[in-house]
């Protein structure tokens, strides 16, 4: 075998500034990928990560970083990759406070899993969302039957919040349940 | 400068389930949007589909092939190739190509330098610069003989690149590098 060339450092100007641009474009394409595929997988109901979701989180981010590195494993590239997912972090959070629709693209709306006493089924199941994992939330706040549950919302973040069916007293006087 | 807070009114325009409970929901736009994550997967579904098939490199769709009119050389390599990664440029001659014991191949610059050329097997007996490019002179016996040049762009786009062996029309290629 013979060694044409060591590698493949860059020699001319244009060539560094070129190497130098796709560092930047790796990582402003990892963090913008990634937004958009943890967006795309849903939210999963719950407090904490399940082993599951642990699994997916890791792998998608150990996936993403051998991309996003590539043969550039020196702290400058490090370094630098890290100012610009924050950068591009700053710009998408400034952008969802100037924009409504920007903030409904990147967080989604919360949304009614049950009320009045009636699921909602076309929600729930474009959630992948079931009854149980309703009763989960439920059960935390000692409501041992549906009955219980006068709303039940997919929050955002991806919790299930419960208000209970006795509620309807405290809000009409204004009373607020830490009020003492 | 002044002490007081920037205040504004509290509006009461967030919406309401059961006319009572301040939830937010806006069930157009997420209609809006479960369709859009429904084209979404079919197009992530299609992208898996496109890679196992090579449509990304390193596989099927990937592999291209050209020879010489009278089939003196052929040529095999890969039209698609991923940046950062090896790939492979294997050159068969058969005994059209030599000529006084010897096979002289010139490869353009653009295999070198934008395509990554790392190193030839097996080693020349003689290479020269110019005419951009790189000419290599292996000797070679009767019957067919292989070369390959292991290749590992760097950089993603379309690459052309021309390679001519000794007595025969030079052969033109691209290579497209993915990211």
Redesign the interface.
């Known amino acids: ?5 060591p ?2 450092p860059a020699t001319s100007t244009g060539e560094i500034l ?1 190497v130098a641009f ?1 560092i930047i474009l ?1 990582a402003v394409f990892g963090y913008l990928f990634l937004v958009f595929m943890v967006r ?1 997988v ?1 939210r999963r109901p719950g407090k904490q990560l399940t082993p599951f979701e642990f699994v997916l989180i890791f792998y998608l981010g150990g996936l993403t970083l051998t991309g996003l590195v ?2 550039e494993m020196s702290l400058t590239n490090a370094v630098t990759q890290i100012i610009t997912v924050a950068l591009c972090h700053y710009i998408l959070t400034c952008l969802r406070i100037r924009s409504d ?1 920007f903030a ?2 990147l967080d ?5 899993l049950l ?2 006493g009636r699921w909602r089924t076309r ?1 729930m199941s ?1 959630m992948r969302l079931q009854d149980d994992d309703v009763m989960d939330m439920a059960r935390e706040q000692g409501i041992s039957d549906l009955s219980g549950i ?2 039940a ?1 997919l929050e955002t973040f991806g919790q299930i919040t419960i ?1 209970p069916a006795g509620n ?1 007293k405290e ?1 009409n006087t204004g009373e607020s349940g830490n009020a003492g | 400068m002044s002490n007081l807070p920037f205040e504004s009114e509290v509006a009461d325009s967030v919406s309401k ?2 006319n ?2 301040a ?5 157009e ?2 209609r809006k ?2 369709r859009f ?1 429904h084209i ?2 079919s197009i ?1 579904l299609a992208i898996v589909i496109v890679d196992l098939l090579g449509g990304f490199g390193r596989g099927w769709l990937a592999r291209a092939q050209k020879s010489t009119p009278d089939q003196a050389m052929t040529l095999h390599y890969e039209r698609i190739a991923r ?2 990664t090896p790939s492979v440029m294997t050159f068969q001659f058969t005994d059209k190509a030599i000529h006084n014991g010897r096979i002289t191949l010139y490869v353009s610059d653009s295999v ?1 330098k934008p395509l ?9 007996a003689l290479s020269s610069i110019g005419d951009g490019g790189i000419t290599y002179v292996f000797d070679a016996g009767k019957g067919p003989s292989t070369v390959q040049i292991q290749l ?1 762009p ?3 786009g379309a690459h052309p690149f021309t390679v001519h062996v000794e007595g025969e029309p030079p052969v033109h290629g691209s290579v497209f590098v993915m ?1």
């Open positions: 075998m013979r060694f044409i060339r590698g493949c070129r796709f790796r795309i849903g590539g043969t629709t409904k693209i989604g709306t919360p949304l009614v009320d009045n929600t474009n006068r709303v919302v208000i309807n809000e | 389930a059961e009572k409970v939830v937010g929901e806006d069930l736009f997420q949007w479960w994550e979404a997967w992530l940046a950062s070198v990554g050329a790392l190193r030839i097997a097996p080693q020349p590992q760097s950089f993603p990211p």
